[in-house]
């Protein structure tokens, strides 16, 4: 970054009192949120106030606003709900319930709030800061309070974070519990495949969002559905028609069950409703079908928060009480937010009409609008949605005469069958060949390569590991023999889908091409390893299903702690020299160090550790969490930091240790793997098609400039495609990581919330920016 860098030690809130509420409907990961308020509060010195129950707890004062302290947000990052309480309140609608509610809040000198909750919660919060002043010389005059206290707290700032498994807010790509609501509905999809193949049934699922499909949307794309309904995007005139071929086309390919996903809010395009009951009712009664209703309900919202929900709603939760301290008279209320991989801070206001617009170009029938205006993360997953689920007929698709072959590379991550899936049908829409190779390039050199179908990746979205097999071999000693399968089966382009060997494999490629013409043809990457350690890319498919692996290994441990006061885990986690898994998974779960090789350590710091947790053995919450990366430093191992810590904690606290291992690179990928995963690889097949076309001359294809190798990758608000040959110069070869990491900026952020002093560069939060200039063509750090 050229800009100087800004810190936020130069922002007190002495003298400040700061209230956080939770109010609307509950979702997981508010507690995360309240959490990092409180912490972040207290941290810069300010006050902080819970406010129980709501406006209604503004409205009633008395016990439901108390002061709160560092130990009163132990605990709470992992359960879901709020642990404040929320209500509907009908009396904050009122000017008399606002009144008594300012007269609360002066009482105890509070004048910032930090609101959480969905867009009705803040708009009656808006409503109650343009009041404020009024409100404040109202009770002045019914001499409640001195004209005094109308000067000292004339202005009330408010920020508003967005709690909603709805995901249903303009502006912020994902809301706080979208994530968590997600992972509930794929283990209800997952389980019910299961016994729906036994019996070739056909299950309609219904699940929430009265006038938002976005979990429905994305819970399809992520499980495959045959069907899904949203309020957004009603079917065309005569749907029933075309869903009953549809169902009776898949069943006649051999597909023993069929999936129907209907949002609670479906409607047809003449704005009339689709239940889960009329969907049955018709399948029964077309086809015949063995059909079950699954109503998803409250299930939902319960649940421990995921991975990614706790870190935004950690990072929300910081960036609140930024923006509350730097916040004047002037600055409107604003919400922070989600856009691509970084916080940003939207006026309030501009965000509510533009949610009221949604609805209202659906009242309206201007169901494009109304796709357009939810935003681009919604806007692609529907097209994407809309690409992978419908085969169309042969007869129908272009013939290009190209051979694609897709292959893995490196280890397995979760979210590579989604990534090989989505390959496979989209470069068939393309009217490509597309050849699956068996085990990497070992399996390349030896022949191992066939040609793969639509059908033939059914079902693998919901799959962990790797179905193709993948193998860590790089192609520099087979390059004769690559070259050789090239030629007899004439592949056209290559798509690699893996880790960091996968990225030297294609430099190795592109660099035989001086010898082989075979390789002068389209290459690209898409990013896929546990470690998350591929330049060009902030996100790597497979990290975030590891890092909920560790999150839920780590609160498991956390509560075996519970029994046994006074003891301190130390936790391995892999990555190899990468620290994001340790890092990011000691903010997901509340970890009080994580030690990682990018920020070297010493004998020191791992003494002020150990002091730091003795004095944390004071308090009420006796137990410790420490994170330590596999290979942060060669002689501080996972035994020598655990014997140090039993040596030093003697007679105060005792520790155990564990090493995670393998488990983090199994399981069913999460949510956000399989969509990621889907989306970037389809976007990486059309990429190919784009190449074939600007490289075919005189009946072939000849490829062999840089920019026809590339790596697909997630840079901050963007999916960008970078040649391969340039990243060259932002890589660790030695180390295997790229030589600048994002998420290092959020290593303050886990300390700050362990109770630790340290300096957070606050560059990029503070700028206000407007909804309608957030980049359009941007992809999503959301899913």
Known sequence: MDHQPKFFE???????????????GDAQGMNAAVRAVVRMGIYVNAKVYFIYEGYQGMVDGGDNIVEVSWESVSSILQVGGTVIGSARCKSFRTREGRLQAAFNLVQRGITNLCVIGGDGSLTGANLFREEWSGLLEEL?????????????????????????????????????????????????????????????RTFVLEVMGRHCGYLALVSALACGADWVFI???????????????????????????????VAEGAIDCHNKPITSEKVKDLVVQR???????????????????????RILASRMGVEAVLALLEATPDTPACVVSLSGNQAVRLPLMECVQMTQEVQKAMDEGRFLEAVRLRGRSFENNLNTYKLLSHKRPDAEL???????????????????????????????TEGHKIFAVIDGFEGFARGKIKEISWGDVGGWT?????????KRTLPAKYLEKIADQMRTNNINALMVIGGFEAYLGLLELSAAREKYDEFCVPMVMVPATVSNNVPGSDFSIGADTALNTITDTCDRIKQSASGTKR??????????????????GALAAGADAAYIFEEQFDIRELQANVEHLTEKMKTSIQRGLVLRNENCNENYTTDFIYQLYSEEGK????????VLGHMQQGGAPSPFDRNFGTKISAKAMQWISKKLKETYRKGKVFANTDDSVCLLGMRRRNLVFQPVAELKSETDFVHRIPKEQWWLKLRPLMKILAKYKTSYDVSDSGQLEHVAMLPKEAETGAI
């Not at 957004?232 to 051999?254: F, H, I, Q």
């Not at 072959?405 to 280890?411: D, E, K, Q, S």
């Not at 007679?651 to 155990?656: A, E, I, N």
């Open 651 to 658: 007679g105060v606290f005792d520790c155990r240790k564990n």
């Open 140 to 200: 002045a005059q019914k001499g409640k309070i001195d004209a005094e206290a109308v000067k000292k707290y004339a202005y009330l700032n408010i920020v508003g974070m967005v709690g909603s498994i709805d995901n249903d807010f303009c502006g912020t790509d994902m809301t706080i519990g979208t994530d968590s609501a997600l992972h509930r509905i794929i283990e209800v999809v997952d389980a019910i495949m299961t016994t729906a193949q036994s019996h070739q």
């Open 398 to 428: 272009p013939k290009t005469n190209f051979n694609v072959a897709v292959l893995n590379v490196g280890a397995p991550a979760a979210g590579m069958n989604a990534a090989v899936r989505a390959a496979v049908r989209v470069g068939m």
């Open 287 to 309: 086809l015949g079908f063995d059909t079950r209703v699954t109503i998803l309900g409250h299930v939902q919202r319960g649940g421990t928060p995921s991975a990614f929900d």
């Open 231 to 261: 309020p957004e995007y009603p079917p065309e005139e005569g749907w029933e028609d075309t869903m009953c071929v549809k169902l009776s086309e898949n069943r006649a390919r051999k597909k023993r069950l069929n999936i129907i996903i």
């Open 462 to 470: 919901g799959q962990g590991g790797s179905i193709l097999g993948t």
């Open 567 to 584: 003891r301190v885990f130390i936790i391995e986690t892999m990555g190899g020299y990468c620290g994001y898994l340790a890092n990011m």
């Open 10 to 24: 130069n922002l007190s809130g002495a003298g400040k009192a700061i209230a956080v509420l939770t109010s609307g």
